[in-house]
């Protein structure tokens, strides 16, 4: 399961190998791929619903 997280928060998961908090408040590892797995749904929807303001 992909999840979406602030960008300098996944910057610095990736960076250091540590686990990040995802907007629907899952602590994940970020894959290398993200694009392979499917996408939360309440991420989603967290993320479109900032999207829009
Ligand atoms: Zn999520």
Same mark, same amino acid.
């Given at each position: 399961?992909?999840?979406? $997280?602030?960008?300098?928060?996944?910057? $610095?998961?990736?960076? #250091?190998?540590?686990?990040?908090? !995802?907007? +629907?408040?899952?602590?994940? #590892?970020?894959? !290398?791929?993200?694009?392979?797995?499917?996408? +939360?749904?309440? +991420? #989603? #929807?967290? !993320? !479109? $619903?900032?999207?829009?303001?």
């Amino acid at each position: 399961m992909a999840h979406y $997280a602030r960008n300098d928060e996944l910057h $610095a998961a990736r960076t #250091q190998g540590r686990a990040v908090k !995802a907007l +629907c408040g899952t602590r994940f #590892q970020p894959p !290398a791929d993200p694009s392979r797995l499917p996408v +939360c749904v309440v +991420c #989603q #929807q967290l !993320a !479109a $619903a900032w999207s829009r303001g």
